[in-house]
């Protein structure tokens, strides 16, 4: 099954939260901090203006985006979470 949004949204995988500090200390899992790094899955179209014309999305399938914390609607679906948000709730492409 694939989740196809719609409009501007976005479908976003996280990455791994770091389990280890630089300083090598071990981070339980109620000391890790939501990631904030993911993973483009599925775009969707695009939002239209207000002369109705369709404004292309910025990210594409495969960038690792960075997003605010605690946006978007989390979904289960085979067994994995996916983040569903609007693209504006991306705040930068990692490069």
């Keep these: 099954m694939n989740i196809k949004p719609l409009s501007n949204r976005v479908v976003l995988k996280n990455l791994e939260a ?3 500090t630089k300083g090598g200390i071990i981070l339980t899992s109620a000391a890790k901090e939501k990631p904030e790094i993911a993973e483009v899955i599925a775009v969707g179209e695009g939002a239209k203006n207000d002369k109705g ?3 292309p999305m910025t990210v594409k399938i495969g960038d690792k985006v960075i997003i605010a ?5 989390t979904v289960k679906l085979d067994g994995s979470d996916y983040v569903i948000v609007s693209e504006n709730d991306i705040l930068a492409i990692v490069e």
Excluded: I
Excluded at 69 to 73: E, M, N, R
């Design 18 to 20: 770091e389990e280890t």
């Design 53 to 55: 014309e369709l404004v």
């Design 69 to 73: 914390k605690y946006v978007g609607t």
